[in-house]
């Protein structure tokens, strides 16, 4: 069974004004498209490959074949990591989260405003293409990280639960160079409910 493209699940337009239309659709049907392509192919010359989600793929890199691993890294990392992307966020997201994980951010942050300046700096901070990230280590507890191209911090055995695409190809269209105003808008779009579901996972 090939990997496929997951439908976006709202319309281009749900994340008006801080993600337009346009950027969503280019980037969904196209970018994340060709990661889902690009990673068949990979598993095309490599059949034993077939039957892992691309969360196992990439957890454990180290096994998949030398001449395709490359291929799994950047185009396996880009469809694992875009299919997280388009469900942590939402019509009418952002605000804080509750609960649990509110309880772990403050905990390890100090309070909400002080993560979201570790996360924002760390996405703005990125150099080139990447990705800032909330990730939940081995032991259950939190940590903000930033990779670059599309390395998933599964790679290094983290799970990630919330995290912001700083590729231009995110943010161009809308933001062109301002990336710093892009993150910012970002966070009035966040699922949380979402985000919690996978902390409490
Ligand atoms: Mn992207």
């Known amino acids: 069974m090939a990997f496929e493209l997951p ?64 291929v799994v890294r950047n185009h396996g990392g880009g469809h694992a990591n875009h299919s997280l992307f388009w469900v942590t966020m939402k019509a009418g997201g952002g605000g804080e989260p509750s609960g649990t994980l509110a309880d772990a951010l403050k905990s390890t942050f100090g309070d909400f405003s002080s993560f979201k300046d570790t996360l924002s700096k760390a996405a703005i901070g990125q150099f080139g293409s990447g990705w800032g990230w909330l990730v ?22 983290l799970t990630p639960l919330l995290g912001v695409d700083v590729w231009e190809h995110a943010y161009y269209l809308k933001y ?11 966070w009035n ?13």
Not at 145 to 154: C, F, M
């Open 136 to 157: 939940k280590d081995g032991s259950g507890k939190l940590q903000v990280v930033a990779k670059p191209n599309q390395d998933s911090p599964l790679m290094e055995g």
């Open 7 to 70: 439908p976006l699940p709202y319309a281009f337009d749900a994340l008006e004004p801080h993600i337009d239309a346009k950027t969503m659709e280019i980037h969904h049907d196209r970018h994340h498209g060709t990661y889902v392509t690009n990673l068949n192919g990979a598993i095309e010359k490599h059949p034993e490959l077939a039957g892992k989600s691309v969360d196992e793929l990439l957890r454990d890199i180290n096994s998949v074949p030398d001449d395709v691993r490359t």
């Open 176 to 186: 062109q160079n301002k990336r710093p105003d892009y993150v910012a808008a970002w």
């Open 189 to 201: 779009t966040i699922n949380w409910d979402e985000v919690a579901k996978r902390f409490s996972a």
